[in-house]
């Protein structure tokens, strides 16, 4: 079973910047769309950015302009470059991937990675 690990979460001021990384075990990531999701304490997990196998991107309207999501397949990675963050991004992030040809999305979660926006 894939394993999910984030990392690169921390404190930052508003309008401070981030890059999280999150490493799949395995050698299927490459046959995966990836996903960032976070979720804020008391609310629903939000999908935040998506990144196909080939690379094409998709965010939500409010971090458009201000993340990045990005995959090395070769490193089995996804990363999200998070830029002018606001108090609103405060969340625990996780990434989590669709199988290309069926949807079937990673059996399990990763522990996340805690971004805290605040000055």
């Known amino acids: 079973q894939v394993q999910l690990v984030e990392s690169g979460g921390g404190l930052v001021q508003p309008g401070g910047s981030l890059r999280l990384s999150c490493a799949a075990s395995?050698?299927?990531?490459?046959?995966?769309?990836m996903d960032w999701y976070r979720q804020a304490p008391g609310k629903q997990r939000e999908l935040v950015a998506s990144i196909t196998s080939g690379g094409t991107t998709n965010y939500v309207d409010s971090v458009k302009g201000r993340f990045t999501i990005s995959r090395d397949n070769a490193k089995n990675t996804v990363y999200l470059q998070m830029l002018r963050l606001e108090p609103e991004d405060t969340a625990v992030y996780y990434c989590?991937?669709?199988?290309?040809?069926?949807?079937?999305?990673?059996?399990?979660w990763g522990q996340g990675t805690q971004v805290t926006v605040s000055s």
């Open positions: 395995g050698s299927i990531f490459r046959f995966y769309h």
């Open positions: 989590n991937g669709r199988h290309v040809v069926t949807g079937v999305a990673f059996g399990s």
